[in-house]
């Protein structure tokens, strides 16, 4: 595999969407060769399985089958649309992966990261992101503005209680201290143009270097 495999995370709200296709827009009229894509979702049969984990009215899903499906629907992203573009050399810009499993699941959810990891290992072999952009912000505040940004859909997760995102936040910051090389941490708290450029830098640092 020849291209880039690069991710963002980060608690609900924290303005992962908004600067990633910010980014790829601009490396795209750079000339570069960028595939812009999200989990779950990304292809047909992954934005299937989107709909039902987050389907608001699936209130008795188990956390364990949770967790499969969200690892269901990264086999099969990848196999479909990820590895094929690494393969062609792109840079695949990927809105939430592993990671987000082992925070909202593995901690949040309390399966246990490495739990979390060892379905996910089945599911991802040996692809790991080359980058992860981390986004971390106070709970409340993202909240705050997704609840501002009236156009998003509102899903199963959203509607959890706020212990569950703060749980969701350590688990990204255990994350941070598990993966030191790979993820790379942004106060998402900042203004928007800020967090946006801090990306790019490091985004540009791991293109061009
Ligand atoms: N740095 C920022 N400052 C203020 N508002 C922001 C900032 N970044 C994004 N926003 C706004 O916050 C809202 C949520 O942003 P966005 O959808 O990009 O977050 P997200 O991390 O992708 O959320 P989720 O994972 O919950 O879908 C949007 O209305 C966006 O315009
Ligand atoms: C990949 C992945 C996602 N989640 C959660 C995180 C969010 O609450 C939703 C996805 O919604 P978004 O608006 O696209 O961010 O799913 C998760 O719990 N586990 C995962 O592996």
Request: glycine fraction near 6%; aromatic fraction near 6%.
């Amino acid at each position: 595999m020849s291209g880039l495999f690069i991710t963002v995370e980060g608690p609900e709200g924290a303005g992962k969407t908004t600067v990633l296709n910010k980014l790829g827009n601009e490396l795209k009229q750079q000339g570069l060769n960028i595939v812009m894509t999200r989990e779950p979702g990304g292809i047909r049969i992954a934005e299937q399985i989107r709909k039902v984990i987050l389907d608001k009215s699936n209130t008795e899903m188990d956390a364990r089958t949770e967790a499969l499906l969200y690892a269901a629907a990264r086999r099969q992203h990848l196999i479909e649309k990820v590895i094929p573009a690494l393969n062609q050399g792109a840079i695949v810009l990927c809105d939430r992966f592993i990671d987000s499993s082992l925070a909202y699941q593995g901690v949040a959810r309390e399966l246990g990261i490495e739990e979390v990891f060892s379905i996910n290992k089945f599911a991802i072999q040996d692809v790991m992101p080359d980058l992860t952009i981390y986004f971390d912000i106070d709970v409340e505040l993202g909240l705050k503005r997704i609840e501002v940004n009236k156009g998003r859909e509102v899903n199963r997760l959203d509607l959890e209680k706020m212990d569950f995102h703060m749980n969701v936040r350590n688990g990204f910051r255990k994350l941070l201290e598990l993966f030191p090389s790979r993820i790379y941490e942004v106060d998402a708290s900042k203004p928007l143009e800020n967090v946006y450029q801090e990306v790019k830098n490091k985004v540009e640092q791991l293109i061009y270097k």
